[in-house]
């Protein structure tokens, strides 16, 4: 399977963030006969369209990128639409490719599966020992559902299904909403606007003091390839059949404080930055064990200032207001 860069690979949620980078990153090993489909094409929480989908489509891989996804505010407002759809997405898909002979499968998930108070830096080992953080938690059920879900049809029927758990991810095809995105794209465009409009501070949620790790979109995707590439008996020597996903991160952290501070650098806002700390600051610190996946031979390579400039110059190009 390793150099068949004819097998059809479906690539779910190629629009967004991760799905996108995905594609680009089969395209640049020349993956030719990549399979995508809109949401409007096909609604992933039917079940219907994703059996006939999977029953005439002869998908021979899958990259499981769809997701809802949102920061703090979106998890805290749609928590019932963050693990109803989530759910439904995740169990249509794994099942649906079981049901047509996909016989290998990668499922992304997010460093939120793992417990708030979680020990530092967070080892695979660390999933289900304790509290998840309240604010993302129907999230977090989730993705530690999607998780178990690939390892019970792997040990059922013996499929190559995979999980990688990202860190906080950020990049070019981001969501700029200014109440439903990320930290990183919330604080570009809050810090273009205000540079646009001449206002002299922006206020940011919390204190600034939680500590997070930051991954370039594109060095992501890099790592899924990587991951779905390798044969079988190398995944199973560092994983276990009850443990069975990957971390992938940067191995390094900074506070929301420093990164704030970096973004404002990059868009060249001249004002001030103040911290409304009435505003809940989410998980303390979220840094990722990524021991595992530099043992198999990745890593990532696009530093932060380098990665926010260029999403700073996709944003302008794309998503800024004229």
Request: charged content about 25%; proline content about 5%.
């Amino acid at each position: 399977m390793k150099n068949d860069l004819n097998k059809r690979i479906y690539v779910a949620g190629h629009r967004g963030l991760v799905g996108s980078a995905i594609v680009r990153a089969l395209r640049r090993r020349d993956y030719g006969n990549i399979v995508t489909r809109t949401h409007a094409e096909m609604d992933l929480t039917d079940q219907a369209q994703v059996r006939a989908f999977f029953e005439s489509e002869q998908v021979d891989e899958v990259y499981l990128a769809a997701a809802r996804v949102g920061g703090i505010h979106a998890n805290n407002t749609y928590p019932a639409e963050f693990i109803y759809d989530n759910l439904m997405v995740q169990s249509n898909v794994i099942h649906e490719a079981w049901r047509a002979g996909v016989k290998r499968l990668l499922f992304l998930g997010s460093s939120c599966i793992y417990p708030r108070l979680a020990t530092q830096p967070m080892k695979e080992e660390s999933l289900l020992t304790g509290l998840l953080e309240p604010t993302n938690e129907p999230y977090a059920i989730a993705k530690i559902a999607g998780i178990k879900m690939c390892e019970s049809y792997n040990r059922q029927y013996g499929t190559d299904y995979r999980s990688v758990m990202p860190t906080n991810l950020y990049g070019p095809g981001d969501n700029y909403h200014p109440e439903n995105s990320h930290v990183i794209p919330a604080l570009i465009r809050r810090f273009h606007e205000a540079k646009m409009q001449g206002k002299d501070k922006v206020v940011i949620w919390g204190t600034g003091t939680p500590r997070r790790e930051f991954l370039y979109v594109d060095d992501m995707a890099e790592a899924c390839v990587h991951v779905m590439e390798l044969e079988h008996d190398a995944y199973a020597a560092c994983t276990t059949p009850m443990l069975s996903h990957i971390n992938v991160g940067t191995g390094e952290d900074i506070t929301i404080r420093e990164v704030a501070e970096i973004i404002c650098n990059v868009v060249g806002y001249q004002g001030q930055i103040e911290f409304d700390t009435t505003k809940p600051d989410g998980t303390p610190r979220k840094l990722m064990d990524t021991s595992k996946l530099l043992s198999l031979g990745w890593k990532p390579g696009v530093a932060l200032e380098e990665g926010i400039a260029e999403t700073y110059k996709q944003f302008l190009h794309e998503q800024a207001p004229t």
